[in-house]
């Protein structure tokens, strides 16, 4: 098996820039938080972590790519959604999506939180728009999960408004 140097697509730097941007905002040591992913069942060294968090800048130096199951591990640890390390902290401007380029901000989160498709604000027919999110809907919420019973998490949602 040969090794290279790993390339993260946008995705990667912005979970990166948002494991490290969460982690100092709790005042957590790359050791203190490994500590707790090993306590939670998903050990990452603090090696690995710092591997991770490197993947937010240009620098050739090492870096690590964050598995779906590490991601919601660190999802946990850091008490956030996993949207929080998915997309950008700031909503205000463009953000790179990988596979969709160069996206609103504000978009970005509202397709994360399953709310409108990507790229739903450029289409124009009226009709082409409510088949887009309806099919959007029905694609992106689990069984068991009503429009009403969403309508009420959304409401009672404390978080940030994207707005």
């Keep these: 098996m040969t090794t290279g140097r790993i390339e993260l697509g946008p995705t ?3 979970v990166a820039a948002n494991v490290k941007r969460l982690r100092e905002s709790r005042g957590l040591t790359l050791r203190a938080l490994s500590a707790e992913l090993k306590e ?4 990452l060294s603090a090696d690995a972590l710092n591997k991770i968090e490197n993947g937010d800048g240009n620098e050739a130096r090492g ?5 779906v199951d590490d991601l919601m591990a660190l999802a946990v640890v850091l008490d956030v959604s996993p949207l929080a390390l998915l ?6 401007g463009a953000t ?3 596979a969709a380029g160069q996206v609103d901000g504000r978009e970005a989160w509202t397709w994360g ?3 409108n498709p ?4 450029r289409i124009e027919d009226e009709d082409e728009r409510a088949r887009a999110q309806m099919a959007f809907h029905l694609s992106s919420s689990p069984v068991g999960l009503t429009a009403k019973s969403r309508q009420r998490l959304e409401a ?7 707005d």
């Design 96 to 98: 790179d999506i990988t």
């Design 118 to 121: 990507l790229g739903y604000s």
């Design 12 to 14: 990667g730097r912005t």
């Design 40 to 43: 939670r069942g998903r050990p």
């Design 113 to 115: 939180r399953s709310m």
């Design 63 to 67: 870096i690590r790519r964050v598995d």
């Design 87 to 92: 997309l950008p902290h700031d909503a205000r």
């Design 156 to 162: 009672a949602d404390d978080g940030p408004s994207v």
